[in-house]
């Protein structure tokens, strides 16, 4: 995964699919806020920053796919279990 240096507005616009979501840490109860852009083989997202805390073991996050071949993997999988 790597992060973007790039404006959150700026990011949204070139991803509009994309979207800032929110969700809690699993150990403190914090508030975690998905907008840090980044790029990763085939996806493009927004993630949120680790817990000030240190403990929790998941993260809020958006994504989408930015290669045919991701986009093609995520309908055969859909397709297969709807």
Not at 62 to 81: A, D
Request: glycine residues 4%; aromatic residues 8%.
């Amino acid at each position: 995964m790597i992060f973007v240096d790039v404006p959150i507005e700026a990011w949204l616009r070139r991803y509009p699919e994309l979207s800032i979501v929110e969700g809690i840490c699993n150990s403190c109860e914090r508030p975690l806020k998905a907008n840090q852009p980044f790029v990763t083989k085939g996806y493009a997202g927004l993630r949120a920053e680790d817990c000030l805390c240190g403990e929790n073991t998941h993260t809020s996050m958006s994504l989408v796919s930015t290669s045919r071949q991701k986009h093609r993997e995520w309908n055969e999988t859909l397709n297969n279990h709807l």
